[in-house]
């Protein structure tokens, strides 16, 4: 288990689509998603997609539980290979993304999905997601086709948070 360096904006490599994992699911597949725990829980985060940490695979994984209270369990969800099959309804809500630190902005996203995915048997499952877990698996499965946040904004919204973004980056250096 090995916590990673997460990309950030503009990396190229978090423009990248991520390509299917193959079953049955290998021991670098079950490392990787070890991987993407331990960086998750040490950014901390509620969601990391593979992509985030510069490996193009269709896997992503999140927990929208453990923040909750300081003393939560943790329940990490492994998401292989998703896709969404159906959405509905719309809302608008804040959101963040360990790639654009410090960058929050409201972002439409729709407000119940239904999910296939596979597991780590490789065992596939559909459901039903609403609420804030809908917009999490949206906004990682966004990064695993080469998708981040500040695409669903307006063009001149998203002009404004890159310049605001690459002023914070010189900031920094």
């Known amino acids: 288990m090995t916590i990673r360096d ?3 904006f503009p990396n190229k ?4 689509v991520a390509s299917e994992v193959s079953l049955p699911i290998s021991s670098d597949i079950h490392a990787l998603i070890e991987d993407l725990a331990q960086t998750m829980y040490a ?3 509620v969601g990391l997609a593979a992509t985030q940490i510069g490996v193009a695979k ?8 453990w923040r909750k209270e300081e003393d939560s369990e943790r329940e990490l969800h492994v998401w292989i290979n998703p896709e969404i099959i159906a959405r509905s309804g719309s809302e ?3 959101e ?12 439409q996203r729709a407000t119940s999905i239904k999910v296939r ?5 490789g065992q596939s499952h559909e459901s039903h997601f609403e609420g804030f877990q809908a917009v999490a698996l949206q906004h990682e499965f966004d990064h695993l086709d080469g998708k981040i946040f500040i695409d669903h904004l307006s063009v001149l919204k998203r002009k404004m948070v890159v310049r605001r973004i690459k002023k914070m980056q ?4």
């Open 96 to 107: 963040g993304c360990l790639s654009l630190p410090k960058v929050y902005e409201n972002v």
């Open 117 to 121: 995915w596979v597991d780590l048997e």
């Open 13 to 16: 490599k978090l423009r990248e």
């Open 6 to 8: 997460i990309l950030t």
């Open 43 to 45: 950014a901390p985060g």
């Open 58 to 65: 269709r896997v992503a994984v999140t927990d929208i539980a």
């Open 92 to 94: 608008k809500g804040e």
């Open 170 to 173: 010189e900031d920094e250096s």
